[in-house]
């Protein structure tokens, strides 16, 4: 993998909470992340999977919530997750309307694994986000399909790339390249140490209300171009958090919510056109599927204990959506506008300060 200038290389540390050994959602133990690009002539789409563990998810279920900021947004599966508090396919991201293919894509790879190991699958939820790359991509054509899914999941890895790849490769975010970024934070809670890590597939707001801690670099780009025109927080963002923190989906559900002030410190105010979804699912707690009635027993968390990943979701979003702008390299639009990255004026700023 080709080394990435990330958000802090840039001397930019965003809260005050501990990172994990990579800073990026894999730090939470057995999530893997895989992404599949396409970037040719007309065409700068892909697809993104978040592969939470490798044994059998349809066998053996996670605790799972998701949060809808605005809903503005076309995804797959979050009905059930929400009626049953569980996940039992991997989550994939796309664009906006491949949804449809990387669904059916998901249902034929648990198919298979279930086919495998003998295990009998009369309904299975798929579980598919999406932001809209039409932009910079010929979206109609809808060139992501089970081949590109199944590449996705078969180059996933612990330590994924960033920026313009996979489900990012075609995403704007604050008038700048957009992308995929992740983030982590870890916590200590009688004496058992947890880690919350957040990937976002970053295709919202705008230039003019970007910020990183109390530098309007939105507006400093703006006038760097000679532009003061106001614009809208249009787009979309999927966030995907993933922690082993033993919760409930209730627990988890509130912990989720939190994304919402990651995106407001940078300047986010989740306008008409934004569809600003949140999933997420805990390792900790499996849920198997039994054929009949039983007791189930669960592990979770006081609610005090919450405070903490309250605190490290929303700095682990803001450093994701940081880290999707400067990872992300320029790049042109369908009608020939460039889109430039973020790390373009930052520079080489080494200034230490935090966000």
């Known amino acids: 993998m080709r080394k990435q200038k990330r958000i802090r290389d840039y001397g930019i540390i965003v809260g005050t909470g501990k990172t994990g050994e990579r800073n990026k959602i894999s730090d939470v133990p057995g999530v893997t992340v895989g992404h599949c690009t396409i970037r040719t002539e007309g065409h700068r789409t ?40 569980t996940l039992e396919t991997p989550i994939a991201l796309t664009n906006t309307l491949n949804v449809g293919r990387v669904s059916d894509a998901l249902i ?16 299975i939820n798929p579980v598919v986000g999406e932001c809209n790359d039409a932009g910079m991509n010929r979206i109609g054509e809808r060139v992501i399909g089970l081949e590109q899914v199944m590449q996705a999941i078969h180059e996933r890895t612990p330590d994924f790339e ?75 963002v999927m966030m995907i958090v993933a922690t082993d923190l033993p919760v409930t989906d ?60 309250f605190e490290w979701t929303a700095e682990a979003t803001e450093e994701a959506v940081l880290n999707s702008l400067v990872c992300a390299e320029e790049d042109v639009r369908l009608n020939g506008e460039h889109v430039f990255s973020l790390s373009t004026y930052l520079g080489n700023e080494q200034d230490g300060g935090k966000a």
Request: proline share 3%; aromatic share 4%.
């Open 250 to 309: 209730r627990q988890l559900r509130r912990i989720i919510r939190r994304c919402a002030a990651g995106l407001a410190h940078l300047g986010s105010y989740f306008g008409h056109g934004s569809g600003d979804v949140m999933i997420g699912f805990s390792t900790a707690n499996r849920v198997p599927s039994p054929l009949i009635p039983c007791l189930l027993s669960c592990q979770m968390v006081s609610e005090s204990a919450l405070e903490r990943a």
């Open 46 to 85: 892909g697809v993104t999977v978040i592969h939470p563990c490798e044994d059998n998810m349809f066998r053996s279920k996670l605790v799972a919530a998701s949060y809808v900021m605005n809903g503005f947004g076309k995804t797959v599966g979050l009905v059930q997750v929400d009626e049953l508090g």
């Open 162 to 236: 960033e920026g313009n790849v996979g489900a990012g490769t075609g995403t704007i975010c604050h008038g700048l390249k957009g992308g995929i970024g992740s983030a982590s934070r870890v916590m200590e809670i009688g004496g058992q140490r947890y880690t919350i890590g957040v990937l976002v597939q970053s295709n919202h707001g705008c230039l003019e209300r970007l910020q990183i801690g109390p530098r309007m670099i939105g507006q400093e780009i703006l006038a760097a171009r000679g532009r003061a025109e106001k614009e809208s927080d249009q787009g979309s």
């Open 108 to 123: 034929e790879y648990m198919r298979q694994w279930c086919e495998r190991e003998n295990v009998p699958l009369r309904s």
